[in-house]
């Protein structure tokens, strides 16, 4: 499973920010798709988790602020986060986990946000 990220860059405060990830190869094997986010000096934390069951969840950092959707025809999860402020800062990873004894992660390449104040 491949993934391609697209979005993110510098944003001001209080601004949105629009996030795509696409995967591609075993795609018929992929359970989960997600957003994770790491900012220097600190550990990588959940952004947004699209299950293949629909359910979104949110992470603690942005719930309230983000909304997403998946579409499993095209492979792709999009992410949005508004009223960005200087700690959403980070590098955004797309994550996908592939079914099977064990589960596969695999990630994409990361894409820099930063908010500017």
């Known amino acids: 499973v491949q993934l391609q990220a697209s979005g993110g860059g510098l944003v001001q405060a209080g601004g949105s920010l629009n996030l795509t990830c696409a995967a591609s190869?075993?795609?018929?094997?992929?359970?989960?798709m997600s957003w994770h986010r790491q900012a220097p000096g600190k550990q990588r934390e959940l952004v947004a988790l699209?299950?293949?069951?629909?359910?979104?969840h949110y992470g603690d950092p942005v719930e309230g602020r983000a909304s997403g959707s998946r579409d499993n025809g095209k492979n792709t999860v999009y992410l949005r986060i508004d009223r960005l402020t200087p700690e959403d800062t980070a590098v955004y990873y797309c994550?996908?986990?592939?079914?099977?004894?064990?589960?596969?992660?695999?990630w994409g390449q990361g894409t820099q946000v930063t908010v500017s104040s």
């Open positions: 994550n996908a986990v592939e079914a099977g004894k064990p589960l596969r992660h695999y």
């Open positions: 190869g075993r795609t018929f094997s992929v359970r989960s």
């Open positions: 699209f299950s293949d069951d629909g359910s979104t």
